[in-house]
């Protein structure tokens, strides 16, 4: 007899109909249950959902390494190296950040000016944001879905147009 039936048949109420009682087995524990969109244990919860399937493979696999490392630093360069006032400014990417688990990674661009962050998160400083003696960085980080990696950064200086 199942232990949800021995509580309901000492439940006042159950009468002994054990077609009402309330399945315990967790969901996961036959093939295939954590992805058949069922309820199997009736516990209101559904495949991954379940704490039952939290560590079933089809619930577990992301893509990513489960022993997650960080990717590595890239390394950036600002262009132009010398750059004018009234001049766009391009964050290149020379190296990009590694992941040593093969995950695939992706990179954020910010830029501060004299120290502040500014809105603009791409490769790109429009020329109509760039005034005289301006300090520009770059600072690009490395992400790999679950972890970020050191950051790299790339500084000019703006002169006056001429």
């Known amino acids: 007899m199942r232990h949800a ?26 093939a295939g249950e954590c992805t058949d ?9 559904v495949d ?7 560590a ?14 960080p990717p ?4 950036v360069a600002i262009t132009p190296a ?4 009234g001049e766009a400014l391009t964050c290149t990417l020379l190296t990009p950040g590694e992941d040593p688990d093969g995950d695939p990674v992706t990179h954020r661009f910010a830029w501060e000016v004299g120290g ?9 400083v429009p020329a109509a944001e760039t005034g ?18 050191p950051s790299a950064s790339d500084s000019v200086t703006t002169q006056a147009a001429n």
């Open 48 to 54: 991954c959902a379940d704490p039952g399937c939290a």
């Open 56 to 69: 079933a493979p089809d619930c577990t696999d992301t893509g990513l390494s489960p022993d997650n490392a």
């Open 116 to 124: 502040a962050g500014t809105a603009f998160a791409s490769e790109t």
């Open 37 to 45: 969109t069922l309820d199997n244990d009736d516990n209101g919860l």
């Open 132 to 149: 005289p003696e301006e300090t520009w960085t770059c600072i690009v980080t490395p992400d790999d879905g679950t972890s970020t990696g």
């Open 5 to 30: 039936q021995l509580i309901c048949l000492l439940a006042l109420g159950c009468g002994g109909d054990l077609s009402k009682t309330i399945d315990t087995t967790p969901e996961g524990d036959a």
């Open 72 to 75: 590595s630093a890239p390394t």
């Open 82 to 85: 010398d750059p004018e006032a």
